[in-house]
């Protein structure tokens, strides 16, 4: 018998008074997730906190140790409310330090945009024991402190970071995707997607329903490892659902 697969999981922490206030919505769960899965990797986990010291020291020491990776999005700025480093410090238990790396990037960033000012120095202030992460967008570079990754939380700089470290974490098989679609209401399938997925050992099936042109209708997402057994688990959904009276709609709706 041959030994299960290794799966290698992550998870995020959102850091915001304005993601919690609604201020501000969140885009990086999803661009994190997409990312992950292309490392082989699945974003399992998602706790949104506020900028509350307790709390992210907390919720960091919780997710650290439960899971191969751990990302922090957000509180990394230059404003006094920015405390995201100072907390993980204090959850490792280390010393904030200025890393002359990052000093040595923001000051050549500012040197035209009014000089490097101690607001602007705290972005150069990481845990002790900590590598940089390549931001390609502006001067701040995230932080990387074990299997701890504390990036920007604008969306766009985020993407950035991911970018440098594509292919730089260890991981699985990359998580492979389908999606079909049909107009019929979830419940009136539900024993039917639970059978095929249970004959589809390393597949799952996600039901996404929704209310269009007044019919309810549903995009099912087959998801696996394993490219010949993602096929053959929408081949037979898609069977199933057909011999149902259900016409299907490669792609989705």
């Given at each position: 018998m041959l030994a299960p697969e290794r799966i290698w999981t992550a998870a995020l922490i959102v850091i915001g008074d304005?993601?919690?206030?609604g201020r501000t919505q969140d885009r990086n769960v999803a661009q994190l997730?997409?990312?992950?899965?292309?490392?082989?990797?699945?974003?399992?986990?998602?706790?949104?906190?506020?900028?509350?010291?307790?709390?992210?020291?907390?919720?960091v020491n919780a997710l650290r140790v439960r899971h191969d990776y751990l990302f922090t999005t957000g509180g990394i700025g230059p404003t006094h409310d920015d405390i995201t480093v100072d907390a993980i410090a204090r959850a490792l238990a280390v010393d904030v330090e200025i890393d002359p790396q990052a000093r040595a990037m923001l000051s050549?960033?500012?040197?035209?945009?009014?000089?490097?000012?101690?607001?602007?120095?705290?972005?150069?202030?990481?845990?002790a024991g900590a590598s940089?992460?390549?931001?390609?967008?502006?001067?701040?570079?995230?932080?990387?402190?074990?299997?701890?990754?504390?990036?920007?939380?604008?969306?766009?700089?985020?993407?950035?970071?991911l970018d440098s470290l594509t292919g730089t974490l260890e991981g699985g098989h990359p998580v492979l995707s389908a999606q079909v679609g049909c107009w019929v209401a979830e419940s009136e399938i539900a024993d039917l997607l639970a059978a095929v997925e249970r004959?589809?050992?390393?597949?799952?099936?996600?039901?996404?329903?929704?209310?269009?042109e007044g019919k309810t209708g549903a995009n099912f997402v087959v998801r696996s490892t394993d490219l010949q057994a993602m096929e053959g688990c929408v081949a037979d959904l898609s069977a199933a659902l057909e011999n149902?009276?259900?016409p299907v709609f490669p792609g989705g709706i």
């Open positions: 304005e993601i919690l206030s997730a997409s990312w992950l899965n292309v490392q082989g990797i699945r974003l399992v986990e998602v706790r949104v906190v506020g900028d509350d010291s307790d709390a992210i020291v907390e919720a050549g960033y500012y040197e035209a945009r009014g000089g490097l000012t101690e607001a602007r120095l705290r972005m150069a202030r990481v845990p940089l992460i390549e931001n390609r967008m502006s001067g701040a570079p995230g932080i990387r402190h074990g299997n701890i990754f504390i990036m920007a939380g604008v969306p766009h700089i985020t993407a950035g970071m004959a589809h050992e390393g597949c799952q099936i996600g039901s996404y329903p929704f209310f269009r149902g009276g259900w």
